[in-house]
């Protein structure tokens, strides 16, 4: 699976984006997704995950409320709105996936380590 993220910019504090992460190779519809960022000299933090099938959704505690995870099988793309954007939103956004089929448990879901596929990232830049 390739996986390309987009949408990203430089938007002002209390904007909005909506991230995209499409597939191309084979459906998305089958892998559950997450989305990570990375800040300049920091480690690759989870943001949130959508399993397949029911959709479950998980997020970071610093996003709660703000990020809304979707995803539309039709168009093998899955979605990070984000709401109330604060420059310490500031990162390159990473969209992930694991394998088609694979359901991991709660506890893997915000560990990089364990997804199988990435995409590039997309940079936001939230001014203040």
Wanted: contains cysteine; charged residues 20%.
């Amino acid at each position: 699976v390739q996986l390309q993220a987009s949408g990203g910019g430089l938007v002002q504090a209390g904007s909005s984006l909506r991230l995209s992460c499409a597939a191309s190779g084979r459906t998305l519809n089958s892998n559950t997704v997450g989305w990570f960022r990375q800040a300049p000299g920091k480690e690759r933090d989870f943001v949130s995950a959508i399993r397949y099938g029911g959709g479950t959704t998980r997020y970071a505690d610093s996003v709660k409320g703000r990020f809304t995870i979707s995803r539309d099988n039709a168009k093998n793309t899955v979605y990070l709105q984000m709401n109330s954007l604060k420059p310490e939103d500031t990162a390159v956004y990473y969209c992930a996936a694991f394998r088609a089929g694979y359901r991991p448990i709660s506890g893997l879901l915000n560990d990089p380590d364990r997804y199988d596929y990435w995409g590039q990232g997309t940079q936001v830049t939230v001014s203040s």
